[in-house]
Every structure is written in C-alpha cells, then in structure tokens.
C-alpha cells in the first residue's frame, strides 16, 4: 500500500531547489510564465515521485525574501524538508530564514542537500557542510543526513532518491482522529469543471460527492472529482496534495489560505491564545500592541499581540503565552502552528502553537487563572484539555460542537473525553452543556440562597416563580444549565419544583390565627357564593379587609387556590373547586339526554348552571380549557369524560 509524504524545499533564492526537484522528479515546478522567464521561483510549485512504495508530493518553495509569504503558505503542510544549500554560496539569509520557519511550523524529520557540486573544487565541500553543521546544530537537523549532489550532472541523485526514502520512512503516520480539513493554497478555473483548490490535506478524507463547507465564508460546497499528484482518485487521505474541484462556489469567491472542511464542524476566529517562541536571531523581543503577520495554514492575516504577562514582552529567544488579535477571520485549531513576522521591515520573528482558538479578550486580574489553563492545554493528555476548555467557558458552559471545533476532534474522540469526564465528576453535563464542577456548585448555592432570601421576604407565598428565578440566577446561562440545576436538586431533596414555582424544600407556609381566620372567611364566602362568586375586590369588603392589608389579604388568598380549594376561572373571576366539580357532572348529565350530538348553547347553559351571562361565558372558556367541552360554532360539544 502506496503511503504519501509529502516534501517541501527550503533555502536561499537560486540555490536550485526547482532544479532538484526537476532532476528527481522530471517536472518543472516552476509553471508561471514569470517565473521562467526570470529564472526565479515566485510561487509555489508541485511535483510528485513514486519511491517504491512512498509516494512523495514536492512543495517547491520560493526563496527570495519577498515571497516568504508564498513559502509560506507550502510550508503548512510538509512532512519532510530539504534545507538546500548551494556549494558556491553556502549558507544565506533565506537559507537561515527558511530554516527558522520550519523549525517553528513543527516541522520533525528532514535531510540537507548540497547543490551544485559541480561548480565547486571537492575541497571546497567540506567547508560548506561544516557551515551547514552549525546552522542546524541544536535542532531537527542536528543528526540529518547531508546528501551532495549536482542537478546538472545527475551526481548523487540516486543517493540522493535513497535518502529521501530512509527519511521519509521515519515520518509518524498523521492523525486520523481529525475531521477532514484541507488549506487552500492554490486556485484555479478549468474549463468545463469550474472551480479547483489544491492543498495539503490536513486530516481526513475526501471523496467524490461529499459535502464540504469553505471557510470562512461558510460557504457549502460538493465535490465533483479529486485528484492525487495529477490522477483521478475515489478518494483522497490524509498527508496527500490534493486537487479537489467543487460545485456550489465561483472561482472569484475563493482565496488562498481558505480551509475546506467537514460540514458544520470547524468555524472561524479572530482572537487566539498562544505559546509563542522569539527566535534568538531576532532584531527585538516581542511586545504588546505589536502590530505583527500571522501565518497559519495557508494564510497571513495582520494581528495585535497582547503578552499575557505583566511584562508586557517576551524576550528574544524566550518564550511566553499571548493573546494574538487578528485583522481577519482565520480557520485555526488547537495544536496549530504558526509564524510571526514583523509588520515592517518584514523578517521572521517568532512562531508558536495556538492554545486557544476561541479566546476572549482577558482581565489582568484574570491573568493567573489564565495562564494556568493556557498551560494545561500544552499537556498531552486529552481528557485535561478537555477539562481546560469547560474551565475556559466560565458559567456559560461549552457544549461538544465547541470542543470540536476548537480541536476538529472527531465524534469518538469527543465521545471518549466527553464520557471520562462525566465519570470523573471532574465536568458535570447539564443537558449536553458542559460546565466545571465547581461552577455547577456555584449555581445550584446560587438557587438555594435566592430562594431562602424569597421565603424569607415572603412567607407566605407558594414558591418563586421558575421564570423569576431563571432570569435572576441563569440569565447568563444556556437553558439546559437551569433545568440541569434544578434536578440535581430536587434530587437531594433541597428543592421542590412544581409547575410554575420553585420552593426550598424546608419551607412551609406557617399561619398566624388572624391569617387563619381570613382564610376560613374567604373559604367559607366561595363556598356559599357556588359558581356565582364574587370578584376579589368585592370578597376583600365582605371580608372587612382593609384597604393597606389587600395585598398582604390577597396573599392568603393564593394559599386557597395552591391548595386546589379555590380555583381561577378567569382574571379575578375565582369559584370554589365543588361547586366547579358539581357543574361539571350537571353538564355530564345534560349531555346523557342530548346524544349522540351532546351540545348545549349558552341560553341552555345559563339555565343549568343558574346563573347570568356575566358568569356564562366565562364558566364555558374554562371548560373549554379544562377539555370539559368544545366550542362548536355558538354551541359547545360536551366531551366525555
């Protein structure tokens, strides 16, 4: 089985990076008019090898120093470097320079290739790879194999072809628990198929009729074909150069350094936390407010760093955590690298890995808690990024889609992290939202002191409204925390929640005689009153109730109807629960002589009920409600029971 790598070039311009790569794979990378007649390499360029059962995808990169942003956007998705370095110059600036960005994208095996041979005296090697063993002394390539060769003559090819192998073969498989993600960064239109995006892909896997989402636009798109280093494939797989041609988007709408991803999973992002490392060789330490370039993936966006430190900078050659602010929306996961360059003069001067793509902006009093997080992302273990992540969302809470598109974890990862944490307690799952331990706590002391404070300042009611209690404590929250928060309660038996109230279960309504006389007058006057009762305004004068003690009166009042005693017909039309329950068997027995239509207009209705239409009307809304009986034009149906 073909396994694929993929190599990218690096070194000073006119090294002869594209003339290796012609010599080893017969193709000319160099595919702009431009750039053949210059002479020079401007953008990148591709060609492909077939080394016994490795497939090697070559990204040939610019090496003058005004397309270090096209190098780049190649440099995201390489497995191997070449650092080539010409006998007759040895190392330059751009080989430097190259060399730093790959050491800063992450970048683990690699080789360094001694060009043109053919043009120096063989004393004058051993000169040059002691120079090359200082550059990449301390580094990946502090061990790599230096091979000589001459693109001209063909010397050192085949050892050349071997080493690559050797290397190669070292690689780790990429990741296969991501979904699939692939940078654009390249775009063209083919006549009769539209549009075209290639790239490295990242993680996953892309075929014939998927649907994809180009970010950031959130643009969905479908894949018409694909293609591996030139020829059609059913599907392509992670770590190939890949060349996908998609419906649903124009050409003009597509830039480089855009993302093809799975369907809504990944999402864009304009504040990212970071580690970032100053390379020792740069000209000043990096500050807060520096306006910088980012480049990650295949893109360079224009950022403001924030150093989360109280010193404001992180020296040269030192590392530090930051807050990096970018100009433009950008695709980037947790685990990405990245590399920083000066605004102006542009030169390299720091990289780093993203921590948190979703950031927000921080408090300084916030700085430690931060920090402290920030480092528990650096950790390996996934199920403590996990925990950071809940611990970054404060009381709103994450939910997996969030975690996912922070990481681009796939559902079995997310399922697995997800389930450990719920065992460990260390994360509470309040209905699919995901909050810490200790904030779950802070809610639920929230609800039992709002509703001691409630009872305290009315004893008399039933309970606190849901909807008052949710607004108070969870206004902030995602309605499942609320539900979550009150079961968990309940299920210590702290609480009750009834329909429309919330009460400590402690608390019970504890009347004073006077208060227990008012409500036997009130009970009594519904009682004797039957479905003609009276208003509440006019039961508080029967009553004697003065004007200033109504509403403390009306209080008691409630307690009759929590009990079920009393119920509310309409407004403040309330009846005694009897005498509603001896209207409803008089309907009953109505509809028995009037079958099989059982209607009753509200003339027959007044009369069985006895009562004026004041009171007719209402009494039948309620039965309707109650499901007693049906409006049916300017009848009622009634139901049976």
Same mark, same amino acid.
């Given at each position: 089985?073909?396994?694929?790598?993929?190599?990218?070039?690096?070194?000073?311009?006119?090294?002869?990076?594209?003339?290796?790569?012609?010599?080893?794979?017969?193709?000319?990378?160099?595919?702009?008019? $431009?750039?053949?007649?210059?002479?020079?390499?401007?953008?990148?360029?591709?060609?492909?090898?077939?080394?016994?059962?490795?497939?090697?995808?070559? &990204?040939?990169?610019?090496?003058?120093?005004?397309?270090?942003?096209?190098?780049?956007?190649?440099?995201?998705?390489?497995?191997?470097?070449? =650092?080539?370095?010409?006998?007759?110059?040895?190392?330059?600036?751009?080989?430097?320079?190259?060399?730093?960005?790959?050491?800063?994208?992450?970048?683990?095996?690699?080789?360094?290739?001694?060009?043109?041979?053919?043009?120096?005296?063989?004393?004058?090697?051993?000169?040059?790879?002691?120079?090359?063993?200082?550059?990449?002394?301390?580094?990946?390539?502090?061990?790599?194999?230096?091979?000589? &060769?001459?693109?001209?003559?063909?010397?050192?090819?085949?050892?050349?072809?071997?080493?690559?192998?050797?290397?190669?073969?070292?690689?780790?498989?990429?990741?296969?628990?991501?979904?699939?993600?692939?940078?654009?960064?390249?775009?063209?239109?083919?006549?009769?198929?539209?549009?075209?995006?290639?790239?490295?892909?990242?993680?996953?896997?892309?075929?014939?009729?998927?649907?994809?989402?180009?970010?950031?636009?959130? +643009?969905?798109?479908?894949?018409?074909?694909?293609?591996?280093?030139?020829?059609?494939?059913?599907?392509?797989?992670?770590?190939?150069?890949?060349?996908?041609?998609?419906?649903?988007?124009?050409? %003009?709408?597509?830039?480089?350094?855009?993302?093809?991803?799975?369907?809504?999973?990944?999402?864009?992002?304009?504040?990212?936390?970071?580690?970032?490392?100053?390379?020792?060789?740069?000209?000043?330490?990096?500050?807060?407010?520096?306006?910088? *370039?980012?480049?990650?993936?295949?893109?360079?966006?224009?950022?403001?760093?924030?150093?989360?430190?109280?010193?404001?900078?992180?020296?040269?050659?030192?590392?530090?955590?930051?807050?990096?602010? =970018? $100009?433009?929306?950008?695709?980037?996961?947790?685990?990405?690298?990245?590399?920083?360059?000066?605004?102006?003069?542009?030169?390299?001067?720091?990289?780093? +890995?993203?921590?948190?793509?979703?950031?927000?902006?921080?408090?300084?009093?916030?700085?430690?808690?931060?920090?402290?997080?920030?480092?528990?992302?650096?950790?390996?273990?996934?199920?403590?990024?996990?925990?950071?992540?809940?611990?970054?969302?404060?009381?709103?809470?994450?939910?997996? #889609?969030?975690?996912?598109?922070?990481?681009?974890?796939?559902?079995?990862?997310?399922?697995? &992290?997800?389930?450990?944490?719920?065992?460990?307690?260390?994360?509470?799952?309040?209905?699919?939202?995901?909050?810490?331990?200790?904030?779950?706590?802070?809610?639920?002391?929230?609800?039992?002191?709002?509703?001691?404070?409630?009872?305290?300042?009315?004893?008399?009611?039933?309970?606190?409204?849901?909807? #008052?209690?949710?607004?108070?404590?969870?206004?902030?929250?995602?309605?499942?925390?609320?539900?979550?928060?009150?079961?968990?309660?309940?299920?210590?038996?702290?609480?009750? %929640?009834?329909?429309? #109230?919330?009460?400590?279960?402690?608390?019970?309504?504890?009347?004073?005689?006077?208060?227990?006389?008012?409500?036997?007058?009130?009970?009594?006057? !519904?009682?004797?009153?039957?479905? $003609?009762?009276?208003?509440?305004?006019?039961?508080?004068?029967?009553?004697? &109730?003065? =004007?200033?003690?109504?509403?403390?009166? *009306?209080?008691?009042?409630?307690?009759?109807?929590?009990?079920?005693? +009393?119920?509310?017909?309409?407004?403040?039309?309330?009846?005694?629960? *009897?005498?509603?329950?001896?209207?409803?068997?008089?309907?009953?027995?109505?509809?028995?002589?009037?079958?099989?239509?059982?209607?009753?207009?509200?003339?027959?209705?007044?009369?069985?009920?006895?009562?004026? *239409?004041? !009171?007719?009307?209402?009494?039948? $809304?309620?039965?309707?409600?109650?499901?007693?009986?049906?409006?049916?034009?300017?009848?009622?149906?009634?139901?049976?029971?």
């Amino acid at each position: 089985m073909n396994r694929s790598i993929v190599v990218g070039t690096a070194g000073h311009i006119d090294h002869g990076k594209s003339a290796l790569v012609r010599a080893l794979t017969g193709t000319d990378p160099d595919r702009l008019p $431009e750039e053949k007649r210059r002479g020079i390499t401007i953008d990148l360029g591709f060609a492909d090898l077939q080394l016994g059962d490795l497939r090697l995808g070559f &990204v040939d990169v610019p090496g003058h120093e005004r397309f270090i942003k096209n190098m780049l956007a190649g440099a995201h998705g390489i497995d191997v470097v070449a =650092l080539v370095i010409a006998a007759d110059e040895g190392v330059m600036p751009q080989t430097r320079e190259h060399f730093d960005i790959c050491r800063l994208l992450g970048v683990r095996q690699g080789l360094v290739v001694i060009t043109k041979s053919d043009l120096v005296d063989p004393e004058m090697l051993p000169l040059v790879e002691d120079e090359t063993k200082e550059l990449v002394t301390g580094s990946f390539l502090e061990s790599a194999p230096v091979v000589t &060769v001459s693109s001209k003559t063909g010397a050192g090819l085949d050892q050349l072809k071997s080493t690559i192998t050797e290397v190669a073969s070292q690689v780790p498989p990429r990741s296969s628990d991501q979904v699939t993600r692939l940078p654009v960064d390249r775009v063209f239109s083919m006549k009769g198929f539209g549009a075209v995006v290639t790239g490295t892909l990242i993680s996953g896997e892309i075929a014939e009729a998927d649907e994809l989402e180009l970010l950031p636009l959130g +643009i969905a798109v479908r894949v018409r074909g694909t293609q591996v280093h030139g020829k059609a494939v059913a599907k392509a797989e992670s770590g190939q150069r890949t060349a996908v041609n998609l419906s649903g988007v124009d050409v %003009s709408q597509i830039e480089r350094g855009m993302v093809l991803a799975a369907p809504r999973r990944l999402r864009p992002t304009q504040i990212i936390d970071a580690r970032v490392s100053v390379l020792p060789t740069a000209s000043r330490a990096l500050r807060s407010r520096a306006r910088v *370039r980012v480049h990650t993936g295949a893109t360079e966006v224009l950022a403001r760093v924030r150093v989360l430190d109280e010193s404001g900078e992180i020296p040269i050659g030192q590392n530090g955590l930051a807050q990096l602010r =970018l $100009e433009a929306p950008v695709v980037a996961l947790h685990n990405d690298h990245f590399v920083v360059r000066s605004y102006s003069p542009q030169e390299t001067t720091a990289g780093g +890995i993203v921590l948190h793509p979703f950031a927000v902006k921080h408090r300084g009093k916030d700085l430690s808690r931060t920090r402290r997080l920030l480092e528990q992302l650096t950790e390996p273990d996934r199920q403590r990024k996990f925990q950071a992540f809940v611990e970054f969302a404060g009381n709103g809470g994450t939910r997996l #889609t969030d975690v996912a598109a922070a990481t681009g974890w796939d559902d079995e990862v997310l399922e697995g &992290v997800s389930a450990e944490a719920r065992s460990e307690s260390s994360s509470i799952d309040a209905g699919g939202v995901f909050l810490s331990a200790e904030i779950f706590k802070g809610y639920c002391d929230q609800v039992r002191e709002e509703l001691d404070r409630f009872h305290r300042r009315e004893p008399l009611a039933r309970g606190l409204l849901r909807e #008052t209690l949710r607004e108070k404590v969870f206004a902030h929250a995602a309605p499942e925390v609320f539900t979550s928060v009150i079961a968990a309660l309940e299920s210590q038996k702290l609480l009750v %929640s009834e329909k429309e #109230t919330v009460r400590a279960s402690s608390h019970s309504v504890d009347l004073s005689e006077q208060d227990q006389g008012l409500r036997q007058k009130f009970e009594e006057a !519904y009682n004797k009153a039957g479905v $003609e009762a009276p208003s509440i305004e006019e039961l508080m004068t029967q009553a004697g &109730v003065a =004007l200033a003690q109504r509403a403390h009166a *009306r209080k008691v009042l409630q307690l009759l109807i929590d009990s079920g005693k +009393i119920v509310r017909v309409q407004g403040d039309m309330l009846m005694d629960a *009897r005498a509603l329950e001896g209207l409803k068997r008089k309907l009953q027995d109505y509809a028995a002589t009037k079958e099989p239509d059982r209607l009753i207009d509200v003339a027959a209705f007044k009369e069985l009920a006895g009562v004026s *239409r004041k !009171y007719a009307i209402p009494l039948l $809304e309620y039965f309707d409600r109650a499901r007693v009986t049906r409006r049916a034009g300017d009848k009622r149906v009634i139901l049976k029971t």
